[in-house]
């Protein structure tokens, strides 16, 4: 809230609107900075400026990727600051403006384009006030620090935001500073997040505590179909020092007490609550997935993304190879569990409207909203969803269900509630990165490949709640939502980076399979109950980006290597794009002096992220034991061009996360499940935790990682945060086969998998 004599003193606000309070408001005399209606575009921003200080109001959040350091670095240099003068409000449905989810690698590529010139919008309203107290052209003026210079004359910003209050719609005309002229962007400004987070002071979600508030748990069918829950005596958990109340709607089930350690007993069948439930069906086995994802009997529709007449490509050969290829479901894997607090009223506060206030790590606070607004039956404009970082995730993970949960238990009791999930609810039913078969044709010769063939077997990769459909929470099917149809094509999400930017020709088919029963053998529609033949599966860094490049760039290996072609050169002589051969050269030196030897190899795969943003090629050294088939990763070498660089530290910690994430889920990583339940839900398996672990690379396994970046400060700003993971899978299967001399077309490279390959 901003205060009627410090606002109306005087201010620049982009993007906003002043509205007076309604007559029912406190007699506070203040006011507030809101959005009226919608706002013109979804990705617009806004800036507030006074003469106090200038606020930031972003709808992209940072989940601990930085962002929040970039997007100020981008606004500053627009308005000739330093990064300190800036205060940084984000993902406030209430405050900050709806601009989409920070999602796809597409905060600073899309989010940050807009803020630039919301910045510029707001500098020249200061330049012309500038130029009105000189009493000159605006034209003029020099501005750097907060300061207007004419000859030894100056003006502070402040003292021209001191007296004229000016709202001013975004101005995409608005001119905007040279890249030759950067002072800020390109610079390795340190994290504004980092300070209070190594000083133990930084608020995470974790830490949101409100007065009169309780602790939640729900009680999780022991399966993904399981039906008709029976709530049996409550004596025991009713005699649990602390207990509030159980909870049911449909076959929601919760518990609500005054402490943690009180809920977690109350939900716990050992100790609380006891619920039996009729089984379901089971979902399709594990050990069957390569098949049954090929399976016609499990697809709904068959999308062609690339047409192509390869047959007498083919015919002529000179070598025409075939490949199967296949990746499991993954885990986000959060190193914290999910965390939720929520605060339902009875009735809306008469000065905001607001009945709801969420505070969660949600990627996307705004669709968030409609959701909650549909599974607690309220007006979306009554719901404040305010987002609180807490452990970091690239994709859907479980914070969205966990907000749904809070909200749920609150608007029962009455009361503000916190739900904190165990690592066994985070690990067994976050939604999941889906599994992918590949079937891969090629022919190749003297001449480098002359024809590509890629068929790609893959459940949805996105099934984000959305403000019309609240099916895909865990709670929303609980209450016996169903979720949105399947979608009707797998264009840039499971079939992200399908295609390839080589100049060959190539076809690329998609066999779109169904996650749940439906209606018919085609129909992409939920039949009530829903009932799962595969686990939930949604956005995972890069979505199917990881499993398609994996095939894609592993085939090129195989392919180069029947014909006799140099793997990197040939990539090089296959692109069209001289920026993506510019990455590919870049490994040149590292490729050329490659290791070699028993058990010791290199391999190199490029991708141009979904075909038309960020360029990488990467560079994978391995060490392989021959006896007993265990991969090590020794050394990464990334080279990465994503146009304009904003933070080149910050672009390095991006590529870094990527290389150990990506060498994680391909050495190590694999969800296991049984009947229709996930059964790999915990770090590390002990006595009290017998079943599979999900295993993850460790500390003392992260290689030595190297990057080369390319700016390109004539070109847009392109997003960091998922590129780099999708050539890993492939350049570590490279380099296996070239320390072994054996292919291996299934992720992940387990030792088991190896030394069976052997």
Not at 307 to 319: C, K, N, S
Not at 482 to 503: I, K, W
């Amino acid at each position: 809230m901003i205060g009627r004599r410090r606002f109306l003193t005087g201010a620049v606000a982009v993007g906003f609107t002043l509205t007076t309070t309604s007559a029912t408001a406190r007699p506070s005399g203040r006011i507030r900075v809101t959005v009226v209606g919608a706002p013109a575009t979804a990705t617009e921003s806004w800036l507030v400026l006074t003469g106090e200080k200038i606020t930031l109001y972003s709808g992209k959040v940072d989940l601990g990727t930085g962002i929040r350091t970039a997007l100020t670095q981008i606004m500053v240099e627009e308005l000739r600051l330093g990064v300190a003068d800036v205060d940084y409000v984000e993902g406030d449905t209430l405050l900050a403006a709806g601009q989409g989810g920070s999602v796809g690698s597409k905060s600073i590529q899309n989010g940050g384009v807009q803020l630039r010139q919301a910045a510029a919008t707001a500098f020249a309203e200061l330049r012309r006030r500038a130029g009105v107290y000189f009493n000159v052209d605006p034209s003029r003026l020099r501005a750097e620090r907060g300061v207007f210079r004419l000859g030894e004359r100056t003006v502070r910003y402040s003292r021209l935001l001191a007296s004229e209050v000016t709202v001013l719609p975004l101005d995409s005309n608005a001119p905007l500073v040279p890249p030759a002229e950067y002072v800020v962007v390109g610079k390795p400004v340190r994290r504004i997040d980092l300070p209070d987070k190594l000083t133990a002071t930084f608020r995470y979600l974790h830490d949101v505590s409100l007065p009169g508030m309780l602790h939640g748990r729900v009680v999780r069918p022991p399966g993904r179909n399981s039906r008709d829950p029976v709530i049996g005596d409550l004596d025991r958990v009713r005699a649990i020092e602390g207990f509030v109340d159980v909870v049911r709607r449909d076959r929601f089930i919760g518990v609500v007490a005054t402490s943690e350690w009180a809920a977690a007993r109350a939900a716990a069948p050992a100790t609380g609550v006891t619920v039996g439930w009729t089984s379901g069906p089971d979902l399709i086995p594990q050990a069957d997935l390569p098949v049954a994802l090929r399976d016609p009997v499990n697809h709904y529709r068959t999308v062609v993304e690339i047409e192509a007449d390869l047959e007498p490509l083919f015919a002529a050969g000179p070598t025409v190879l075939e490949a199967q290829y296949f990746t499991p479901f993954h885990m986000h894997g959060a190193m914290g569990p999910s965390v939720a607090v929520a605060d339902v009223r009875a009735t809306p506060d008469p000065e905001t409207g607001i009945q709801v206030t969420i505070w969660s790590s949600t990627q996307n606070v705004t669709e968030l909203r409609g959701t909650l607004a549909q599974l607690l039956g309220l007006d979306a404009a009554k719901i404040r969803v305010i987002y609180t970082e807490s452990s970091g995730c690239y994709g859907h993970n479980g914070a969205d269900d966990c907000a749904a949960d809070a909200a749920l238990l609150s608007q029962a009791v009455g009361r503000p509630v916190r739900v904190q999930w165990t690592r066994q609810n985070e690990h067994g039913w976050e939604p999941l990165g889906g599994a992918q078969a590949h079937d891969m044709k090629g022919a190749v010769g003297t001449n480098g490949i002359t024809a590509w063939s890629h068929l790609n077997f893959a459940p949805p990769a996105n099934s984000r709640p959305s403000r019309t459909n609240a099916g895909t929470l865990l709670a929303g099917a609980l209450l016996g939502m169903l979720p949105a149809p399947l979608p009707a094509s797998s264009v840039n999400s499971s079939g992200r980076n399908a295609p390839v930017t080589y100049g060959f020709p190539q076809r690329v088919e998609a066999r779109l399979v169904k996650s749940f029963e439906t209606t018919g053998p085609d129909s992409a529609q939920p039949v009530a109950p829903l009932t799962y033949r595969l686990p939930r599966s949604t956005a995972l860094r890069s979505l199917g980006g990881f499993s398609n490049s994996f095939a894609n760039e592993s085939f090129f290996d195989e392919l180069a290597h029947a014909a006799g072609h140099d793997p990197l050169e040939l990539r090089i002589k296959s692109l069209p794009d001289p920026r993506a051969v510019a990455v590919c050269e870049a490994l040149r030196d590292a490729w050329r002096n490659r290791p070699s030897g028993r058990g010791i190899g290199a391999g190199v795969a490029f991708q141009q992220y979904e075909v038309e943003n960020a360029y990488v090629a990467t560079y994978v050294e391995v060490r392989v034991d021959m006896e007993t088939g265990q991969v090590r990763v020794t050394r990464v070498v990334v080279a990465h061009d994503c146009g304009l660089i904003v933070n080149p530290d910050g672009l390095r910690n991006q590529i870094e996360g990527n290389v150990v994430q990506g060498i994680s889920r391909t050495l190590k990583e694999e969800v296991k499940y049984t009947a229709d339940r996930i059964t790999s839900v915990v770090w590390q398996s002990s006595q009290f935790n017998p079943g599979p672990q999900y295993e993850v690379l460790r500390f003392n396994e992260v290689p030595v990682i190297e990057t080369i970046l390319i700016n390109r400060v004539d070109q847009p700003a392109l997003g960091a945060g998922e590129p780099a993971i999708g050539p890993m899978p492939g350049a570590i299967g490279n380099a296996v086969f070239a320390a072994t001399g054996k292919r291996i077309r299934a992720l992940p490279f387990t030792a088991e998998r190896v030394k069976a390959a052997l």
